[in-house]
Structure formats: C-alpha cells, structure tokens
C-alpha cells in the first residue's frame, strides 16, 4: 500500500512538473511574439519622456565641442542585416580619420568631456529609440557590433555569430554585468551572457536587465558580476562556453 501511495505521489509530482514546464514555455513564447510591441511602445513612450533632455543634450554638445550633435555609425543587426546606429556625439570629430576603427579605451583622448559625462550616464544612447522605431534594435539585446569588428569575431571567436539571432539591444545582460570591451578576451567573457539571455530570455529577466540598466545610469554603479548563487554565476557561463566548443548542446544547460 505504501509503495502504491508513493508511486501515485511520484507521478503527481512529475506531472506537475511537467504541466509547471508547458505553462513556462507557453508564456516565454508568448512574451517574445509580443515583444516587438512593447519594444515599439516603450520606445515612443520613452521620445516623450526624455524629449527635455534630448534637447538640452543636444544644445551642450553643440556649444562645447565643433562638430555634429548625432553621430551615425554602421553596425550589424539581426541576421547579420546593417543600418546605422543613431548617438549622441560624444567623440572630437573625424575621430578616427587617422586610426581607423578602434575600441574605445579607459581614458581615450578622443572623447571629448561631455562625451564622458554623456557614457557614463548612457545618455548618449538615448537616440536609439530612433533605431528601435525603426525595428533596427530592441530594448535589451546583445549590443551591434560594426561590420569590421563582427567579421573579425567571426574568424576569432567560436559561436559568434549566434549573438545574431536575435535584434540588439540599447541595453544588455553582457552589458549590465560585464565591462566595456578592450580586447578580444573581453568580448568571448561578454559572449557567454548573450548566449545565455537568448536561451533564457523571459519578462522577469527583461526586468532585472532594466533595472540593473538603471542603476549604472542613473545611480552610478558599475558593470559587475552577479553573485555565485545567482542564475549567471561563473559556473553557467563556463558551461555555455563548453556547449559553444561543442562538448554539449545549449539545451543540457
């Protein structure tokens, strides 16, 4: 009898669990069809908003340094498809007329001072609420790369690519918890939360990313990472790496 009850226990437990994995999916997918929406809406909201210091912005930028308000540049987009990212200038001009394209550096003489002060706050990338109006870029994503850059991590870096599956984003789990990149190690360390945000990409990560993105903006924290009881621990991204060599696929994590 005891061992009937347990069986019984058992199935109810796994089917549960089961229905608990269905009703998770079933709400992920729904959350990412309806995404786009919320993307679009959030971004006219946000125009509206941020109009007044859209506006002071771009009158500072125009007083203190000569040169254009915005800056376009290419990048890479989903499915490896280019437009041009819209910023607030926050660089000299022609800045790199004689260097050619280079990552930005701790202390890079080439921005200018209200360009430090427009980064640290992100406030320079407020225009790409332009972008996401556009459907060239979404709220959170893995950040756009420039063509130059995608096609040399391509040949770099394993895996890559997959980062591409998806729009960019204004903001980011690599972004949130990771510094900016100075070398190719910084880029494979970023790469393994694109990867896993892709994978598990949900409304209530989506919200930790925002709110996280508000705190390094708005409150002047830093990009760190998380905890190692926390859902992007060490460990996670190790196993993300190794199912990008191949040692597993992506769905055993």
């Not at 859209?54 to 490896?80: E, M």
């Not at 709220?139 to 895996?159: A, C």
């Not at 729009?167 to 896993?196: M, N």
Request: overall charge positive; aromatic content about 8%; some cysteine.
């Amino acid at each position: 009898m005891g061992e009937f009850l347990s069986s019984i226990i058992s199935g109810m437990k796994s089917m549960v669990h089961d229905i608990a994995g269905i009703l998770i999916c079933f709400l992920r997918n729904r959350y990412r069809q309806f995404s786009p929406l919320l993307d679009y809406g959030s971004a006219l909201v946000g125009l509206l908003i941020a109009s007044p210091v859209l506006i002071v912005t771009g009158i500072v930028i125009k007083i203190t340094s000569a040169g254009p308000v915005f800056y376009t540049q290419v990048r890479v987009g989903k499915n490896g498809r280019v437009f041009n990212i819209i910023k607030f200038r926050t660089m000299h001009s022609d800045a790199e007329s004689q260097t050619g394209p280079v990552w930005t550096k701790r202390n890079d003489s080439r921005v200018t001072a209200m360009g430090r002060f427009l980064r640290n706050t992100h406030i320079d990338e407020l225009p790409q609420l332009i972008n996401i109006l556009k459907g060239d870029m979404a709220i959170i994503g893995p950040r756009p790369e420039r063509p130059h850059f995608v096609d040399m991590l391509n040949d770099e870096i394993h895996g890559y690519s997959r980062r591409l599956s998806v729009k960019p984003g204004i903001t980011g789990l690599a972004q949130c918890y990771r510094e900016p990149d100075e070398a190719i190690r910084d880029v494979k360390r970023k790469l393994r939360y694109d990867v896993l945000y892709i994978e598990k990409r949900c409304w209530v990560l989506d919200l930790e990313i925002l709110w996280r993105t508000l705190c390094i903006g708005l409150l002047g924290g830093k990009p760190k990472p998380r905890n190692s009881g926390k859902l992007f621990r060490q460990e996670k991204a190790q196993l993300i790496e190794e199912a990008m060599e191949g040692s597993m696929g992506l769905h055993q994590i």
